[in-house]
């Protein structure tokens, strides 16, 4: 006999012979009957076991919660509960027991603190609305994928243990590669920008970033899953274009594919309408200051500034034309003030979830950038050489997956969107 799911088990399975396998979420046992609840990826089931006559090899006392079962069963056609189906039990296999007591619970509606919640993930993720979060961020991904492949993008996997920093020194992770330093990549930025020069002109990549950022904060991990696009012959205004289909088609597919009600009673899971406005630098930073903040131009926003400029924007929006100084040296200045760069973050409220830009594009003019930034060109070598030899003008950008994830489900924490967290303290489990 196959497998139903028990989101399968509908009007047409009534009165009939089916199979199912989970976990034990809970026993009730009764004067005359018990009660097993057996749950599966999809949903929970009732299953209902007489005492007056005992199934053959079967016995309830050393069942533990948690255990995993196989149950065949029949439908009856008279259900007692409108909201969980009920098989009555014809044959039950324990397939594995569960060792007692738990160390988090699971079945009941118990809040646990984060700590002891990510200390036992595995348990953790086997709650309903925890699954659910990890299946949105997978229709988004999936939404994603779809949409740059449709533009004409390839996926592409670049290295993982490289030899310099894109996003800036301090946030580097050192590692030992043979006789080597070697670091882990914070961004795939280099060689995404150097696949533009192999004539790839369109290329995306799903990986992880590392950064050692040493602040904990709830919407920082030190690794997380960056989604990067990269495409030759185009601009910030081309790339700005992209990120904002890619972000409908994801949330759209999220929409379109979501299978519980826990993940569609978000309040931010409405397909955004585009384009997004684009709001100048200059612009946050009037409204910041008349909101009596101080800040120069020049200054990168406080969380607190962040907010302000949220509550005059609040659903997704760019923030453009960001100040040359504060931007990474692959980054275009703007040809008609140097001061400026042709640079976006795209933002949903006061959360950033995609830096990108027009890239550098002249060797000489990257060279220069780097001096500026006080890098050493030639750190650089393997990235510059591919700019002597015909690289075409780009642009491109860098989305956090598990930051858009968070802000779809109005989660208050990014290491519940992160299957294992690594923070500050954490890299078990
Ligand atoms: P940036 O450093 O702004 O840009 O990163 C891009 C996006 O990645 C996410 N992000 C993070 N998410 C979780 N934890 C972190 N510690 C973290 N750091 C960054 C954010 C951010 O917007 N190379 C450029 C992109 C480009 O220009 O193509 C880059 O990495 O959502």
Redesign the pocket.
Known sequence: MNRTFISQLGPEVLGKAVMVEGWVHEIKRLKSVDFIMIRDKTGIAQVTVKKDSPLKGFNLESLNRESVLKVKGLVPEKQISRNMIEIAATDIEILNRSAAPLPLPVAENIESDLETRLNNRFLDLRRHENYSIFEVKSSLLWGIRTFLHSQGFIEVNTPKVVASS??GGADLFKVKYFEMDAYLN??P?LYKEILISSGFERVFEVGP?F?A?KHNTT????E?T?V?IEMGFSDHEDAMLMLEGAVKSGIENVVKSSTRPSTSSSTSLNVPEIPFPRIEYSRCLELVQAAGEKIEFGSDFSPEQLRIIGDSYPGFYFITKWPSELR?FYTMVDPDDETLSNSF?LQFRER??????QRVHDPEMLRNRFLKKGLKPADFDFYLNSFLYGMPPHA?????L??LTMILLDLKN?RETSLFPRDRTRIVP
């Open positions: 894109t996003e914070q961004s930025q970033a950064r950022e919407h920082h991990l030190n997380f960056s990067d990474p973050d950033e979830i995609t830096s990108g830009a491109g950008w860098g989305l956090g598990e930051r990014i």
